[in-house]
């Protein structure tokens, strides 16, 4: 600036001084050169007034522009600070909202797996009450059994004391007098008929007990226990050993007529054959009956999750997966199916889990993916469960085409 100022100055200097030279040249006169040397400085004097004028403005428009810049520079200053501030009023709020968020979401999955754990007692409530059924129908069966098998025996028992009431004596003279003439009897033709009748008898009768075991075979054979199969099997073998001491006696004696014995031996047996069978099979049926209807087992085409406390009737699931599926086919199961087959619901999903599913023994061979329940969790999507964990949290769009998963299919039964 001061360097502008100075050629201004200079030039301005230059100029007065060719100005006076050339007033001097057009005059001599003293006192013209005189007033002119005045004029000239007052005319210098003016220009550096007008000079420093310009200055000064030109240094106060500077200044009024550096105070503008100034102003100018404060207020970018503040806009950015509001800005800045605006900013993380933001973020503080998302914040606020993001805490919000997951603090709904870890209450919601609280209360799903509480609502969990409670489905789950209540699934093993329902089993061991079914298991207490399970167990006093058993008890009662074999009560049954026990009873059958009592009267069985008290029966066996009166029929081999009064086969032995009917048995004729031996005595000494009988004794003496076949010892004294056995060649009598063997040589004598009523001897050798009565030894020919009483082989054939037993023949007959060993056939007879043979086609009745054998027929036997087919039918169930009951349960006992040891101590009882073993008075079983003393009380079916004393038959024969009686009839082997009776036809050994009926030789010895020959006073004794063989015929009605083998008879009533053979009566007898056919008694004990034929009573014995009949009420260990009807307790054993009842049992087995009873035992089929049982959570893990089979009915029909399907699996038992659930039974009601008679034991008589329940819900299964189908015997295998179906899909991956959207939710609207498979609310349409039933067509795939048959009648009676539908989509279940949420709770009868969590037992299938805790049943027969991962959550027990995964009898029903159940993937560790999420599988469709017939209940919406809002206007566009519907409720799975997730088959890995049990987790009940799990809501997809219904109408998407892309939204495929599994289906296990329920239906109510009843005997």
């Known amino acids: 600036m001061s360097s502008k100022n100075n050629i201004a100055k200079d030039f301005e200097e230059e100029e007065a001084d060719k100005n006076l030279e050339k007033k001097i040249l057009r005059t001599d006169d003293p006192d013209q050169i005189i007033m002119n040397f ?40 503040l806009k950015a600070e509001d800005e800045q501030r605006l900013q993380l009023e933001a973020e503080d709020e998302r914040n606020a909202e993001q805490e919000l968020k997951l603090k709904e979401e870890a209450q919601a999955k609280y209360k799903a797996e509480e609502n969990q754990k409670k489905l789950l007692k209540d699934a093993k409530g329902k089993r061991q009450m079914q298991e207490g059924n399970r167990i006093k129908q058993s ?19 009166f029929r081999r004391n009064q086969k032995t009431e009917d048995r004729p004596a031996y005595t000494p003279e009988t004794t003496e007098s076949f010892e ?28 007879w007990i043979f086609s009745v075991f054998s027929k036997g075979i087919d039918e169930p054979i009951p349960v006992l226990p040891k101590s009882e199969a073993t008075e079983i099997e003393d009380a079916s073998d004393m038959p024969e050993s009686n009839t082997d001491a009776e036809n050994q006696t009926d030789l010895e004696n020959v006073s004794v007529a063989p015929e009605p014995e083998a008879g009533v031996e053979n009566q007898i047996d056919t008694e004990d054959t034929s009573v ?27 699996i038992i999750f659930t039974l009601d406390p008679s ?43 805790a049943s027969i599913g991962p959550g027990a023994t995964n009898s029903g061979q159940f993937t560790d993916e999420l599988y469709w329940s017939n209940e919406a969790y809002d206007e566009n999507q519907a409720r799975l469960v997730r088959f890995s964990d049990g987790n009940t949290s799990f809501h997809y769009n219904k109408s998407a085409a892309h939204r495929e998963f599994r289906v296990r299919a329920v239906r109510d039964f009843s005997r």
Do not use: C
């Open 311 to 353: 034991g008589k009737a329940g819900k299964i699931a189908y015997s295998k997966d179906l899909g991956p599926m959207t939710w609207e086919s498979a609310m349409k199961i039933h067509e795939q199916l048959g009648e009676g087959w539908r989509l279940p619901n949420m709770e009868e999903l969590s037992e299938i889990y």
């Open 38 to 77: 005045d004029r000239e400085e007052e005319e210098i004097n003016r220009a550096e007034l007008e000079f420093i004028k310009g200055a000064e403005a030109e240094m106060k428009k500077r200044a009024q522009e550096g105070l503008r810049l100034r102003e100018e520079v404060e207020a970018q200053k």
């Open 276 to 302: 014995a069978p009949e009420p260990e099979t009807d307790a054993e049926n009842q049992t087995e009956s009873s035992s089929n209807l049982e959570i893990g087992g089979t009915f029909g085409e399907g």
């Open 139 to 157: 008890a009662a069966a074999t009560k049954a059994r026990d009873e059958e098998w009592e009267k069985f025996k008290e029966k066996t028992d």
């Open 180 to 207: 004294e003439s056995p060649q009598a009897i063997k040589t004598s033709p009523k001897g050798r008929a009565l030894l020919l009748l009483l082989i054939a008898a037993v023949t007959l009768a060993g056939i």
